[in-house]
């Protein structure tokens, strides 16, 4: 065996020259291949993360948009806001209630006018002549109209104020015991209101209605 044979070939191979055999080792490929395997479990554990809270949000607010809203609310939208008369619920009829019509001007056969009027609308007429509680000499009520009644008054006295034009006063509350109601003419009276205008005041408000659900709920 010469001294540049390679150790381990046994003579198999003699170096003539200037070439020899090369020994070359073999790579191991799986480390290589484990951190390819851990390369895609982070990248998939991180898209399933991004997915899943991208979701949660999304049904979030979802669901805080497909609750239904009233109409007119501040989140509801194209609804049309309900109006509110402010009529009580329950409102006698005008055949049960009577009215005083008294004259608070100095325009001779207001308070009659008037009084028929009512009664063609089917209020029962008290008594109609001049404000009683006018002195000699005053100068004539400037409003257009003052309604005066006891406490039972006070629900039928919204029954009557209906068919007043404009927005009256609140009645002013007296000592009467019955449910008669005053309604006493002033400078600023213009007209009744129309039967039409009347009905539509005293009509219950129609309920809240809800809003359509977004596309998707």
């Known amino acids: 065996m010469s001294m540049l044979t390679p150790r381990g070939m046994r003579g198999q191979y003699k170096i003539t020259g200037k070439l020899y055999p090369r020994m070359t080792r073999r790579r191991r490929k799986w480390p290589i291949v484990v951190a390819c395997l851990v390369a895609l479990a982070v990248l998939s554990t991180g898209a399933w993360a991004v997915y899943h809270f991208t979701a949660d949000d ?4 979802a669901s805080k948009n497909c609750k239904p809203q009233p109409s007119g609310s501040p989140g509801a939208p194209n609804t049309q806001p309900v109006s509110q008369t402010g009529a009580p619920a329950n409102l006698p009829a005008p ?4 009215v005083n019509v008294y004259n608070g001007t100095d325009r001779a056969g207001l308070a009659k006018a008037v009084a028929d009027e009512l009664k063609k609308r089917g209020f029962v007429i008290g008594k109609v002549a001049n404000d009683p509680l006018r002195q000699a000499n005053a100068p004539v009520m400037e409003a257009a109209v003052q ?9 039928p006295s919204t029954v009557v104020a209906a068919h007043v034009a404009g927005t009256p006063a609140p009645p002013v509350e007296d000592t009467r015991t019955d449910a ?8 600023g009276f213009q007209a009744l209101a129309t039967p039409e205008a009347a009905a539509a005041a005293l009509a219950p408000p129609p309920p809240p209605s809800q809003a359509p659900l977004p596309a998707g709920c």
């Open 95 to 98: 055949a049960t209630i009577t």
């Open 180 to 187: 008669t109601v005053d309604l006493v003419l002033g400078a």
């Open 147 to 155: 309604f005066r009644a006891g406490v039972p008054g006070k629900t």
């Open 58 to 61: 999304k049904n979030t607010t």
